[in-house]
């Protein structure tokens, strides 16, 4: 995360990986709601569980723009993690990749 020089964008980057993980794990889990389509190992709540309480965070910090792509950006990358790697690396490394596209934007 040392490629990121904002420290608001590194608060809600420790957001997106302590707390929308393990919302999306906990929530997923309990809840029954329909199965992503691109990955039937996650749910469409823990999608959303990840999502909204980590948009809502990066607002207080960030922008509505840049809080929405980190957030969608961040959740999308936890929801095909099981397939490319483990979460863990996952949303940092696009955390990363979403602030180098928004500061090149």
């Known amino acids: 995360m040392g490629f990121i020089g904002s420290i608001k964008v590194l608060y809600v980057a420790a957001f997106l990986i302590m707390v929308g ?17 691109y990955n039937n190992k996650k749910s469409v709540g823990g999608f959303l569980a990840m999502c909204i309480p980590s948009f809502i965070f990066g607002v207080f910090f ?34 990363i990749i979403a602030h180098f596209i928004l500061a090149v934007a």
């Open 21 to 37: 993980d393990s919302l999306a794990t906990i929530i997923g889990m309990r809840l029954r709601t329909p199965r992503l389509v």
């Open 62 to 95: 960030i922008f509505y723009v840049p809080a929405i792509f980190y957030s969608v950006f961040a959740t999308f990358a936890e929801s095909i993690s099981n397939k490319i790697a483990d979460d863990n690396i996952t949303i940092p490394v696009s955390i």
